[in-house]
């Protein structure tokens, strides 16, 4: 069974970056695209970026990029999420995500506060 | 992007009774390539990360009790819940995997009458 296991996350000044990281663990992990869902307090679920297993191609939202840089380590079996210049609106719990024959697994989330 | 749209954004119902959850696309998720709708369905009750319930529209997730049943094709979707328990308080949502850049309908608040 796929495992993703979120860190990284923590209270940061608007402005300022933060280095997501997703450690997956039990499936051949650079088989897989890795995707990142955000979700606001009280709000609903918001894809974020993506990056394929294929050739590194990324995908972000409209409301990050150029502020945002997803990567991946197939050696550590690991994506990072890089977030800079945070703003307010950054602000929400952070997932990684995959799918897997029409199965999509989630990790447990790390929370993002920006805030002054 | 492909838009999801849930109806309703609440829903109150009474214990053992029936919940229907309907879920629009923009676009159709069914593949011509494998005849299978990107679509899953999710419980999330707070705190927590969302929980897959149902996947290619209609399949149940391992462990998802069979109240639990999703229906539909194309770019029209349900999700019904046979007879609700209390347990079954919580928001959901339907996803769209079709896209890399998935979408989610705004959610479903279903709670007991």
């Known amino acids: 069974e796929v495992h993703l296991l979120e860190s990284g996350g923590g209270l940061v000044q608007p402005g300022g970056s933060l280095r997501l990281s997703c450690a997956a663990s039990?499936?051949?992990?650079?088989?897989?695209?890795i995707t990142w869902v955000r979700q606001a307090p009280g709000q609903g679920l918001e894809w974020v970026s993506a990056?394929?297993?294929?050739?590194?191609?990324?995908y972000y939202a409209d409301s990050v990029k150029g502020r945002f840089t997803v990567s991946r380590d197939n050696s550590k079996n690991i994506v990072y999420l890089q977030m800079n210049t945070l703003r307010a609106e950054d602000t929400a719990v952070y997932y990684c995500?995959?799918?897997?024959?029409?199965?999509?697994?989630w990790g447990q989330g790390t929370l993002v506060t920006v805030s002054s | 992007d492909i838009v999801m749209t849930q109806s309703p954004d609440s829903l109150a119902v009474s214990l053992g009774e029936r919940a229907t959850i309907t879920c629009k696309s923009s676009?159709?998720?069914?593949?011509?390539?494998?005849?299978?709708?990107?679509l899953g369905w999710y419980q999330q009750k707070p705190g927590q990360p969302p929980k897959l319930l149902i996947y290619?529209?209609?399949t149940r997730e391992s462990g998802v009790p069979d109240r639990f049943s999703g229906s539909g094709s194309g770019t029209d979707f349900i999700l019904t819940i046979s007879s609700l328990q209390a347990e079954d308080v919580a928001v959901y949502y339907c996803?769209?995997?079709?896209?890399?850049?998935?979408?989610f309908g705004q959610g479903t608040k279903v709670e007991v009458k």
């Open positions: 039990r499936f051949a992990f650079s088989d897989y695209t």
């Open positions: 995500a995959t799918d897997s024959r029409g199965v999509v697994y």
């Open positions: 996803q769209q995997y079709y896209t890399t850049s998935w979408t």
């Open positions: 290619w529209a209609s």
């Open positions: 676009h159709s998720v069914l593949s011509s390539s494998n005849n299978k709708n990107y």
């Open positions: 990056i394929s297993r294929i050739d590194d191609i990324r």
